[in-house]
């Protein structure tokens, strides 16, 4: 007997993730032959085509062991009032904020890695005018690839998972990592990367540092400073 998943109330929730556990409290009380049709559903509710940018502060230990939580909270309010029209700017989505990270997903990569360069640009000019205890500092890691999207509350996925990784655990302070997969999805003759190989949780994960531009970045609406740099060859 065929069986066909519930649908949510209207448009708007078929993305939330009350839909979701709905949908999978479903397939765990069918047999294994009849989960294809609820895998389906999921599919084209949740999974979209995005690159992901987790952003990452940096310092939590040495600043809230030296100035206390409230301060580093504070700071993140910061972190957050830069990378959220730097992301927005450049036709990104802030998905969610956990503690001192931020997650956002955009079209392309190329978007998701403009997105992180004005972040970084917006956070050295504020470093300008901040006390040495109050200097921001995130790192990037992004990705891009299918991804169950739940909307503005959670993200899955192996580039996900990657992109975590990457920004979490193996960026230094201000550097920004991309998978293999968003950086051969970057478009030819604009930026210089770098390949850097990592074992991580038990797995290989080919990564490419971001070097520079092979062109004057434009200065945006958000941007506090201006700055261009030029190097031949690179992807």
């Not at 556990?21 to 047999?31: H, Y």
């Not at 909307?151 to 293999?180: S, V, W």
């Not at 850097?196 to 970045?217: N, V």
């Amino acid at each position: 007997m065929n069986h066909s998943p519930a649908l949510p109330p209207d448009a708007a929730a078929a993305h939330d993730k009350g839909y979701l556990r709905r949908l999978l409290s479903e397939r765990n009380q069918m047999p294994a032959s009849g989960t294809g049709v609820i895998d389906a559903a999921i599919e084209q509710a949740f999974v979209r085509s995005v690159a992901i940018l987790v952003l990452d502060m940096c310092g939590f230990s040495r600043i809230t062991q030296s100035h206390g939580i409230i301060h580093f909270l504070a700071m993140i309010h910061q972190m957050e009032q830069a990378a959220r029209p730097a992301i927005e700017g450049n036709g990104g989505e802030v998905i969610k904020q956990e503690a001192d990270n931020l997650f956002a997903v955009f079209a392309t990569p190329e978007q998701a890695l403009e997105a992180a360069l004005d972040t970084l640009r917006a956070l050295s000019a504020m470093n300008t005018v901040l006390p040495p205890e109050r200097a921001l500092n995130v790192s990037a890691g992004i990705g891009f690839g299918p991804t169950l999207v739940i909307a503005r509350e959670d993200l899955f996925g192996p580039e996900m998972n990657c992109a975590c990784k990457l920004g979490e655990d193996i960026a230094m302070a201000n550097e920004i990592l991309l998978t293999e997969a968003a950086w051969t999805s970057l478009p030819t003759g604009r930026y210089v990367c770098s390949r850097t190989d990592h074992q991580i949780s038990g797995m290989d994960l080919h990564a490419h540092r971001f070097e520079r531009c092979l062109f004057e970045r434009p200065l945006h609406p958000w941007d506090s400073t201006r700055h261009s740099t030029t190097l031949p060859g690179g992807r």
